[in-house]
């Protein structure tokens, strides 16, 4: 099994059996290989946050499967979820998301704890991430102190935190300006390809679709 995630078939309607449904995906298949970096591409309102959540295992699709590393994740159990989520899967959205309260290491450090990684290994790979996005030396600081993209370098150290499977991404670097917006993607990149991660990543941006293995649209792949 070489595929990381596979869904196949998957439908899904909000509202469904109410006054106005809105069928959002309909019979989608899609893989995304080990080691692929596949950008996801659609007009606003397509469906992309939505496939995500389902990849993702926040949400569950009406019908079709979707598989994790050759595991069907269709029909298990709300604490199976949680722990696939949190063993194979990395999320990074638009907005950070950093808790405020804690430093840039420690946004790092916490998903480690809650996945049983002990203390020192844990902050010894936030070290780690930090370095390898250029923030070492702001590692004590607070999200409010960093700038944008240092806020959302920091977030894909915490979404790489836990060594996952698969990178979700959703619009990684769209609520910055667009100079900001291509440093940032490239630091993105040259951290997907040196751990030999999976993603797959929703733009609206072109030109950062071309730079991943694969486009795909969601339009055309509705059957
Ligand atoms: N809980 C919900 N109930 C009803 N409709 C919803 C719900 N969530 C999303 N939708 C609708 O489903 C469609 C797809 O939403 P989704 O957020 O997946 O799109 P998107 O492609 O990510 O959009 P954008 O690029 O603007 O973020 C939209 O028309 C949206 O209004």
New binding site residues.
Partial sequence: MNDVLQLTGVSKT??KGGPAP?E?LSSIDLRVARGEVVALV??????????LHIAGLLDTPDSGQVLLRGRDMTGLPDKARTEARRAELGFIYQFHHLLPEFSAAENIVLPQLANGTPARAAQARAADLLDRVGLGHRAAHRPAELSGGEQQRVAFCRALANGPALLLA??PTGNLDPDTSDRVFDVLMALVRETGLSALI?T?NHDLAARMDRVIR?KEIVA
């Fill in positions: 909000y509202g809105v959002v659609a007009p606003s309102g397509a469906g992309k946050s939505t496939l959703d619009e929703a609206h969601l």
